[in-house]
C-alpha cells in the first residue's frame, strides 16, 4: 500500500496560547501523530492549546478520545484546550457523538484566542 | 546471576585448532562468558549437539576421517536448528571452501589461522546468532499475541446474540462482518418483556484488546440495568454511563444506539448515545433519520442525564440501524460508501425481510469496496415491523 502523508500537526506559539494547526485525516493509523504533538506541548510547559481545524478533513472516534485526552491534560495542568474552525462535516462529527457538549469550541480561531 | 556461557563447538581432527581457541579465549573462558565444546570428526559433532541443544555456533575443519566438515554441514542444514557453521579450510582451497558455502556456511577461515581473524569471525558469528535468537524470540511473541487476540475476538463474537426467531409480527436479522483486528462494534437484541424487543448498536473508540473489553463490559451492564426495574432506554443508558465512567482512566468511550419497540403499537422508544443515527425505512420506500436525541457518548461525562425520544412505526416498516464501518467503507479510490448510497440502497428495498435488506446492504458495501483491506467492523441490524393484521 501507499503511505500518505495523511496528518500533519504544526504548532505556532502565541501570546496566550499554542495554536496546533492540524492538517488532514486523524484515524486510527494517524491519531498517534495529533498525541505526540499534545504531549509535546504539554512537556515544553505549554497548557493552554488551540487546535486550528481548519484544514482537518476527517476525524474518527480514535482521534475524538484524542482530543478528550487533550482536554483533561491541559485542565490537569492548570490549562484549557480549545477547538476552532471546524468545517460542516466536522462539526457534525462533533454534534452528533455530543463532544460539542463537552469540549470547548469556538468558530474562528480570533474567538478562541479570545476566550483564552 | 549472570547469563549461561555462550557456546561454541570446534570440530577439527588435529589438536591445533582446540589449542589455539583455549589460548586466544583464556581470560573470556576464564570469566565464564564463553564456553568452547570439542568434536574430532562430522559424527562426533552431530552427537554433541545433540546433547548440547543450546550450541548454534560450529567451527569446523573440512578434511577428517569417519565424516568430513562439508557433509557435517549438510547435516545441519536438513537439522531443525538454526546453527550456523565457519569452516576452516586450507589456503588457495577455494573448491571446498565455495561448496561449504554453497551448503550453508555462515563464514570461513584459512590455515594458517590468523589469532586476530579468528577473534573476529568468532564474535561476528555469536552476534549473529544471538540476532537470529532474538528474532526468533520475537517471531515466536508475535505468534503468541497474535493467538491471544484471534481467541479474544472469538469470545466476542460468541457473545453475540442468538437469533431471535421470526414472528408474525416482527423479523429480526443482524449482520456483523468482523475488520481483522479485534475491538469495534457490538450489536444487541433482547426481549424487555413479552411484548417489547431491545435493539441495540454501538462502536468503540479504537480497536485491539482494551476496546473489546470495554465493548463487552457495556454490553453486560446494558442487558443487567435493562432486564432489572426497566423504565426507559435513557434511564438505562444514564445508569450505564455511570457505571463506564467510574472506571475509565484511558478514555475509552462508546457510541450506542439503544432502542425498544413495542410489538403491540410500533412505538419506538429510544435513546442515542452519540451514534450514527439509524433510519427508518417506510413501507412506501420513505427513507427517514431516526432524529437525534441530543446526548453524548457514553464513558466520559458522569453525571449526564440522557434523553429519550420516540417514533411510530407502521405496518411494513423496517428499522435500519448500523456502524460507520458501512458509510465510512472505503473502495481503492479512497471513496466512501456515504450516507447516501446507503438511503438509496435501503430505499429500493421497501417491505423486503430484515434478512434480505440486511443481507443486500452489506453485499452492496462489500461490492463497492472490492478488494480494498477492511479497515472497520461493518454492522448492521434489521428489524421489520409487521403487526397481526387483525
Known amino acids: ?116 | 546471576m549472570g547469563k549461561p556461557p555462550t557456546q561454541v563447538l570446534v570440530v577439527d581432527d588435529e589438536e591445533d585448532l582446540e589449542l589455539l581457541v583455549r589460548q586466544k579465549f583464556r581470560r573470556r573462558i576464564r570469566d565464564g562468558d564463553l564456553r568452547f565444546l570439542f568434536a574430532h570428526n562430522g559424527k562426533e559433532a552431530l552427537e554433541v549437539l545433540e546433547e548440547h541443544p543450546d550450541v548454534y555456533l560450529v567451527l569446523s575443519d573440512i578434511n577428517m576421517p569417519v565424516m568430513d566438515g562439508l557433509t557435517l554441514l549438510s547435516q545441519l542444514a536438513d537439522g531443525e536448528q538454526d546453527i550456523q557453521a565457519v569452516i576452516v579450510s586450507a589456503y588457495g582451497d577455494m573448491k571446498n571452501i565455495r561448496t561449504a558455502m554453497n551448503r550453508g556456511a555462515f563464514d570461513f577461515l584459512t590455515k594458517p589461522i590468523d589469532f586476530n581473524d579468528l577473534e573476529a569471525t568468532i564474535e561476528k558469528g555469536l552476534k549473529h546468532v544471538q540476532a537470529l535468537q532474538s528474532a526468533l524470540e520475537t517471531r515466536d511473541r508475535l505468534v503468541a499475541v497474535k493467538q491471544e487476540l484471534d481467541m479474544a475476538r472469538d469470545v466476542q463474537m460468541s457473545l453475540q446474540p442468538k437469533e431471535i426467531p421470526d414472528s408474525e409480527t416482527h423479523d429480526i436479522k443482524a449482520v456483523i462482518l468482523p475488520a481483522r483486528e479485534v475491538g469495534g462494534d457490538l450489536y444487541d437484541f433482547f426481549h424487555i418483556d413479552e411484548s417489547r424487543i431491545a435493539l441495540v448498536i454501538a462502536d468503540v473508540s479504537g480497536k485491539g484488546v482494551p476496546a473489546a473489553l470495554f465493548t463487552t463490559v457495556t454490553r453486560a451492564l446494558l442487558r443487567a440495568t435493562s432486564s432489572k426495574d426497566y423504565s426507559t432506554p435513557a434511564e438505562c443508558l444514564t445508569r450505564v454511563n455511570e457505571l463506564l465512567c467510574e472506571s475509565n482512566p484511558s478514555c475509552i468511550f462508546i457510541t450506542l444506539f439503544f432502542g425498544v419497540l413495542d410489538l403491540r403499537n410500533g412505538e419506538l422508544h429510544y435513546s442515542n448515545a452519540g451514534h450514527n443515527p439509524p433510519r427508518l425505512l417506510q413501507a412506501d420506500s420513505q427513507v427517514e433519520v431516526v432524529p437525534k436525541t441530543r446526548n453524548i457518548v457514553l464513558g466520559i461525562q458522569p453525571g449526564h442525564t440522557y434523553n429519550n425520544d420516540q417514533i411510530q412505526l407502521r405496518p411494513g416498516d423496517t428499522l435500519f440501524l448500523y456502524t460507520d464501518g458501512i458509510t465510512e467503507a472505503e473502495n481503492f479510490q479512497d471513496e466512501e460508501f456515504t450516507e447516501s448510497r446507503l438511503d438509496e440502497k435501503l430505499a429500493g428495498l421497501a417491505g423486503a425481510s430484515a434478512e434480505r435488506v440486511a443481507t443486500e446492504i452489506v453485499d452492496a458495501v462489500q461490492e463497492f469496496v472490492g478488494d480494498a483491506p477492511q479497515s472497520d467492523d461493518i454492522t448492521c441490524v434489521v428489524a421489520r415491523f409487521r403487526p397481526d393484521p387483525s
Open chain 1, 1 to 116: 500500500m501507499e503511505e500518505k502523508a495523511k496528518l500533519s500537526v504544526e504548532a505556532e506559539q502565541g501570546d496566550k496560547a499554542t495554536i496546533l494547526i492540524v492538517t488532514g485525516r486523524v484515524d486510527g493509523s494517524s491519531v498517534g501523530i495529533l498525541e505526540s504533538a499534545v504531549q509535546e506541548q504539554i512537556n515544553a510547559g505549554n497548557k493552554t492549546l488551540v487546535f486550528d481545524f481548519q484544514d482537518l478533513s476527517y476525524i474518527s472516534s480514535a482521534g475524538l478520545r484524542a482530543l478528550l485526552i487533550a482536554a483533561r491534560l491541559t485542565q490537569k495542568e492548570g490549562g484549557k484546550a480549545l477547538f476552532c474552525a471546524l468545517a460542516d462535516h466536522i462539526a457534525e462529527i462533533f454534534e452528533i457523538s455530543g463532544f460539542n457538549e463537552i469540549l470547548d469550541i469556538r468558530a474562528t480561531r480570533a474567538d478562541a484566542l479570545g476566550a483564552v
